[in-house]
């Protein structure tokens, strides 16, 4: 990006020489890490932070941070050989454009078309992801098959949630819905009642578009609205796994969860050449009524 950014924002480098965007604005304190394009903090002006970020990462170059949305594509989880999630969340990404008012921060950055040629050669994709930090948080990720063939396409925004307490979660929202359970030999199954965690979930919800609700105690709900979205991923490592992750507290599993916006399973996604596919989720302490969704915006 050239020229000067805007007030309230600045770019900052670690100890260890790993760059953010830093936002300090009235309305919004956020940061943004340049390589994965990876947003991980964001607290809204008067607001509990959005967003869980591990305290015990050390934010080293060239690793995924463990918390925040780190951005996975082309591929979800091990769907293809190659890094688990995809290519995006470690590659080094551009800065586009960042503008201000009054109310928020809008953010487009964007993944070099020579970075995904040279991790995914004979594919022909762009890439972009779009911010707005406000009151709420809005990420879109901004895919064009700018091939000549159809080319397959799987994601998730994998937005690390604060939490108070796990066992006094509920997720409201996905009643009634089917998902695929991962640690179940990928069975297929049927949400009854609202989502308790007792132990480690590992869940994608498919044919669902429905908003959902994180309530935790007595702590303001979280709504995690999405679009272009018709798979949710929902995921607590609980104690056992989480003491084989990296960069993961002890009691790390209590703090957080996850609900991911998805093109996830069969809501995996042929993207035609010259086609755009969006993929948003917002994340609010307000009902879904009053969050104002914003047109993803390419170069």
Not at 10 to 38: L, M, W, Y
Not at 59 to 86: N, Y
Not at 184 to 213: K, L, W
């Amino acid at each position: 990006m050239n020229g000067p950014l805007p007030a309230g924002v600045s770019r900052t480098c670690n100890e260890h020489g790993r760059r953010f965007i830093e936002i300090d604005h009235p309305a919004v304190c956020a940061r943004i890490a340049e390589q994965g394009a990876q947003i991980i903090d964001c607290v809204p002006a008067g607001q509990r932070p959005l967003l869980w970020m591990s305290p015990v990462d050390p934010a080293l170059p060239d690793t995924a941070l463990r918390g925040g949305i780190p951005l996975c594509w082309p591929w979800f989880a091990g769907e293809r050989p190659g890094p688990a999630h995809g290519i995006a969340r470690t590659s080094h990404w551009q800065l586009l454009q960042v503008e201000a008012n009054s109310q928020q921060v809008r953010l487009l950055l964007d993944l070099p078309e020579q970075e995904i040629t040279r991790q995914l050669p004979g594919e022909h994709w762009s890439l972009q992801v779009e911010m707005l930090l406000g009151s709420s948080l809005s990420v879109t990720l901004i895919t064009t098959n700018t091939g000549s063939r159809a080319q397959r396409l799987s994601q998730a925004l994998h937005s690390y949630l604060p939490v108070d307490d796990i066992d006094q979660v509920r997720i409201l929202g996905l009643q009634g819905a089917s998902y695929i359970d991962k640690l179940q030999a990928d069975a297929v199954c049927h949400q009854h009642d609202p989502i308790r965690f007792r132990g480690e979930v590992d869940r994608v919800y498919f044919d669902t578009a429905a908003d959902v609700q994180l309530l935790d105690g007595a702590a303001d709900p979280l709504w995690v609205q999405r679009h272009d979205s018709r798979s949710v991923v929902v995921w607590s490592p609980w104690q056992d796994k989480g003491s084989r992750l990296s960069q993961f507290p002890a009691d790390g599993y209590r703090r957080m969860l996850c609900i991911e916006a998805a093109n996830a399973g069969p809501d995996a996604r042929l993207v035609e050449p010259g086609q755009v596919q969006r993929l948003q989720t917002i994340i609010s302490r307000h009902s879904p009524g009053g969050v104002a969704t914003a047109a993803s915006t390419t170069k």
